[in-house]
């Protein structure tokens, strides 16, 4: 089992293709989706804390640029879970930054449980969202000359799925933070690029994109499974429930989205 948790250690990094979404009604109760008892902002020895895990069975791991705290066999929202990992980006200054938790239930599990469950927690989950990333663009005939555009689009949620959304970062911060914010992505994009970010990429971004998302879906891997038919195919389940705080790290000023 502990090869299926570095696994989706690595599998994680794909999850960050699937850019997060735009505002949804929800309730005021813990506003930026936090996992029960774990603050957005804990260490991994803060997270093993808060979690109660015990020594003999968390594992943990870190390679300077990232690191993670998992278990397995450990109950997530009152149904038996395979596992549970907490990921964490690392800083210049070797702060790690936990940007997302990643919880995988057994075949045979209760996910409509898990879902009623998080509901009770977060409030009722979205029916639609919109998607918002950034896609970068190559001139083929000059590689050399490269770009990126800004992409949103409106989908529905497939059937046995739920979706949390928190507050945007237009909704939640002061505007002084969204200023600040699109001062680092213009540095970022000028050493990628050559350009800045124009005030209505950024104004797509910062009021469109949730700061926290959270999905629940029993085919997390099947889009996967069609790209790669014929191919082995991952020792997972498809039952998935996964945090992504990646825009909320941004905005407090670590990393671009």
């Not at 939640?172 to 990429?201: F, K, P």
């Not at 971004?205 to 082995?232: H, I, K, Q």
Request: charged residues 20%.
């Amino acid at each position: 089992m502990k090869k299926q948790i570095l696994c989706i250690v690595v599998a994680a990094a794909l999850c960050l293709s699937f850019a997060a979404c735009a505002r949804g009604t929800q309730e005021e109760e813990n506003t930026l989706l936090e996992y029960p008892g774990v603050s957005w902002e804990a260490t991994p020895e803060e997270v093993i804390q808060a979690m109660g895990f015990p020594e003999d069975r968390v594992q943990t791991g870190s390679d300077g640029e990232t690191a993670y705290v998992g278990i397995e066999d450990w109950t997530c929202f009152g149904v038996p879970a395979q596992s549970i990992v907490f990921r964490f980006d690392t800083d210049s200054a070797g702060r790690n930054w936990l940007w997302n938790v990643e919880i995988v239930y057994p075949e045979d599990a209760d996910m409509a449980a898990v879902r009623q469950a998080m509901t009770a927690e977060y409030g009722q989950p979205v029916d639609s969202y919109t998607t918002v990333w950034t896609q970068s663009v190559t001139d083929f005939d000059d590689p050399e000359v490269r770009d990126f555009t800004v992409m949103q689009q409106t989908e529905s949620l497939p059937e046995n799925a739920g979706r949390w959304l928190s507050p945007t970062g237009a909704e939640y911060y002061a505007d002084e933070v969204g200023q600040a914010l699109h001062e680092r992505l213009n540095q970022i994009s000028q050493e990628n690029y050559g350009r800045d970010w124009t005030d209505e990429e950024f104004s797509i971004y910062w009021e469109n994109r949730p700061l926290v998302m959270v999905d629940c879906t029993e085919t997390a891997f099947a889009e996967w499974d069609l790209a790669t038919s014929g191919t082995d195919t991952p020792d997972y389940t498809s039952n998935i429930v996964f945090f992504n705080a990646t825009a909320l790290i941004a905005a407090n000023g670590y990393v671009a989205p």
